[in-house]
């Protein structure tokens, strides 16, 4: 571990989509005034750049060279409430927020070669004064030794219910019962591969946000992590 990093605190946030990870993620890390790690963020990043350069996605080792070198900035807003993602010079903050993406972040992060090649880069985030870590593996893999590990669930129906709501505030159409299939495919597509599969660290705290609102879930992990600091 390196000197900046053992100067710097870490929570991970990990769990399916749609279980508000994201959105709790960014807010805590606004009231701590942390850094934040969008991890999903680069492998939808890997996919649509794999789309642009018509890289095959069973073509692993092109994919690994890929994520590798991503050409890759992120830049927020004055009020932090937006991240706005370039890749390769275009902005895509919005492209990669599409269902397709969200497949295709899927399809890449079970390729071992990808999360090899993108480990380095989310360490990379971990500086002072903290780091609120965002994703599917950050309390398993990438921040093992995280003081703080959350597991966000949240049943499929209202998952797949936060997702469509989403989009159509977006004005992009949006089926729900083909949002709840492809939530079930990418539940189990990221549950079953064999490289760093979703699941909760032996450590995390899991919370099931379906009936909870946003401003819950976040004094719920702002307390935990306060006792913690108390401790």
Excluded: C
Excluded at 43 to 56: E, M
């Amino acid at each position: 571990m390196s000197e900046q990093e053992h100067n710097a605190d870490v929570i991970t946030i990990d769990g399916p989509s749609g279980s508000g990870k994201g959105t709790i993620s960014r807010l805590l890390a606004n009231k701590l005034h942390w850094h934040f790690l969008d991890s999903g963020a680069l492998y939808r990043l890997v996919g649509l750049a794999a789309r642009n350069h018509a890289i095959a996605f069973d073509d692993e080792e092109a994919l690994a060279t890929l994520a590798a070198h991503l050409d890759v900035e992120f830049g927020a807003d004055e009020d932090a409430d937006e991240t706005h993602i370039f890749l390769e010079g275009e902005e895509v903050s919005s492209v990669i927020r599409s269902e397709e993406a969200g497949n295709d972040a899927s399809r890449v992060a079970a390729v071992q070669a990808v999360r090899d090649a993108l480990y380095q880069r989310q360490r990379a985030f971990l500086r002072p004064p903290g780091l609120i870590a965002d994703g599917r593996d950050m309390g398993t893999v990438i921040f093992p030794d995280a003081r703080l590990k959350i597991f966000l669930t949240a049943s499929l129906e209202e998952r797949a219910r936060r997702r469509y709501k989403q989009l159509k505030e977006k004005g992009l159409n949006a089926n729900l019962s083909a949002l709840l299939d492809e939530l079930a495919q990418r539940d189990a597509r990221d549950k079953n591969r064999s490289a760093a599969p979703l699941v909760p660290a032996a450590d995390a705290v899991s919370i099931d946000t379906s009936d909870l609102s946003i401003d819950a879930v976040v004094a719920e992990v702002y307390g935990r992590w306060q006792r913690i600091q108390q401790a």
